[in-house]
């Protein structure tokens, strides 16, 4: 599948559910596209189907969580493998090494508006990881892991507006954050109830278990 590069909100009415890919926009009842227009994008959007089949509820879901994490399905597939030989439930495995990606904890930690911006920032080498550079969004972060916006990034635009908008978010129990030293550790792995309850896993594990 090829990146999209087309109206983020467009992703989000396709799903029918927010995914949080623009940033602040995705905060404001008025701006946010899923909240003022209910209906599926396109002519006959207005159609939705009312019951859908098994299949197609378990790969609506695997499309949705991809979209959201900004993932392609070559590197979503990788995860669902890593998840399915962990030890544990394979669903809650699979979103805990989508929340500890690079670019997902620099956006939860507010250091950055959305993912796909996160993603452009840590490429352009404006995050340190333990005190080196990291330019890999899906560089996957563990306990004891600290990130620092590098010094010379720290009156970036959109780091520096999204730090300043953090209040307006929600915070994250699994991150220390700390806007005024421009620095977020990991304190532990995610647990499933800090993660996104909107999110099925299991369907997504039943899709690749078929």
């Not at 030890?87 to 620099?106: C, I, P």
């Amino acid at each position: 599948m090829a990146k999209y590069i087309g109206p983020k909100c467009r992703l989000c009415r396709t799903e029918g559910a927010q995914l949080f890919l623009k940033g602040e926009r995705c905060f404001l009842r008025d701006k946010c596209a899923v909240l003022r227009r209910q209906s599926a994008p396109g002519m006959h959007g207005g159609k939705r189907r009312n019951k859908m089949t098994g299949y197609g509820e378990q790969l609506r879901e695997k499309q949705k969580i991809k979209k959201m994490y900004g993932v392609l399905e070559k590197q979503f597939r990788i995860y669902v493998e890593r998840a399915t030989n962990a030890k544990g439930v394979s669903g809650t495995a699979l979103l805990q090494l989508l929340e500890r990606r690079f670019d997902n904890v620099v956006t939860r930690a507010n250091f950055a508006p959305s993912r796909s911006a996160a993603r452009q920032l840590i490429i352009h080498g404006h995050y340190l990881v333990n005190g080196a550079k990291v330019n890999i969004p899906s560089f996957l972060l563990k306990p004891s892991d600290v990130i620092e916006v590098a010094e010379k990034s720290r009156n970036v635009l959109p780091i520096k507006s999204s730090i300043e908008n953090s209040g307006k978010r929600n915070s994250h129990e699994w991150l220390e954050i700390e806007p005024a030293k421009f620095k977020v550790a990991v304190k532990r792995v995610p647990e499933r109830a800090d993660i996104d309850p909107q999110i099925n896993e299991n369907l997504v594990i039943e899709y690749y278990s078929r």
